[in-house]
């Protein structure tokens, strides 16, 4: 009779409510595992062995798009990150081929930013056919605030507590940290500052 009641009154509604939200789908799937974070019109789309999203807690998760394929590529979001895009103006951050996307905690990021580990198509020395534009990893570290329409390519590394201006294109490694990067190619334009929410 417990059990009835207890099934009847609170699994079942719960269950309703995460899958009305979308979010069941989610969370029975263990290519994403998801903290205890709000994530809402995002879409997930991940292929090969060992890929996963990880996103961890206390995270504001608006339309984000991930793509991920090849065996073991990963996006992994740290925690009370923010992401402000829609279903219209996604953010999208796509890994592949054992690549990462990691973003370190407290980090935010507005609408429309791509993110790509890839170029998609190989580029090769003709003389022996050498790949030279292979993937690689894409790192945030803590508390970078990404401003709108950023484009951030294979290999970026941004240190913590910096701004990227936006409509910027990152391309290289920016190992200071409290620094503001703008423009195409992005490139230090202040240091010695920090920013809040
Ligand atoms: C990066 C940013 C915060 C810098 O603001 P700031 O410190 O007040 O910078 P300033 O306005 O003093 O600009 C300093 C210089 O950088 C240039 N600059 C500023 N932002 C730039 C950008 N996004 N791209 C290229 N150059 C930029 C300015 O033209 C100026 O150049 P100058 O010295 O040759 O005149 C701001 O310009 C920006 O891009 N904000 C993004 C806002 C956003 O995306 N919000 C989303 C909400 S989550």
């Known amino acids: 009779m417990q059990i009835k009641l207890f099934l009847k009154r609170i699994l079942y509604p719960l269950l309703n409510i995460l899958d009305n939200k979308g979010l069941l789908k989610l969370l029975m799937h263990h290519s994403v595992v998801l903290g205890l974070s709000r994530i809402k019109g995002c879409r997930f789309s991940v292929s090969g062995n060992g890929s996963r999203i990880i996103i961890g807690d206390g995270c504001v998760i608006k339309g984000l798009n991930c793509l991920l394929f090849g065996d073991d590529s990963q996006v ?26 990691i973003i370190g905690d407290e980090c935010l990021f507005s609408n429309s930013i791509e993110l790509h580990t890839t170029d998609y198509h190989p580029i090769y020395e003709i003389g022996d056919g050498k790949a030279i534009n292979n993937a690689k990893d894409i790192v945030l570290d803590s508390h970078v605030w990404v401003g709108f329409r950023t484009i951030i390519l294979k290999g970026s590394h941004i240190s913590s507590d910096s701004v990227i201006g936006a409509g910027s294109l990152v391309a290289s490694s920016f190992e200071e940290k409290n620094i503001i990067v703008c423009g195409i190619p992005a490139k230090i334009i202040k240091s010695g500052i920090n920013w809040h929410l």
């Open 76 to 101: 992994i979001i740290g925690n009370n990150v923010h992401i402000n895009a829609s279903k219209h103006f996604p953010t999208v951050m796509n890994a592949v081929n054992g690549t990462k996307i």
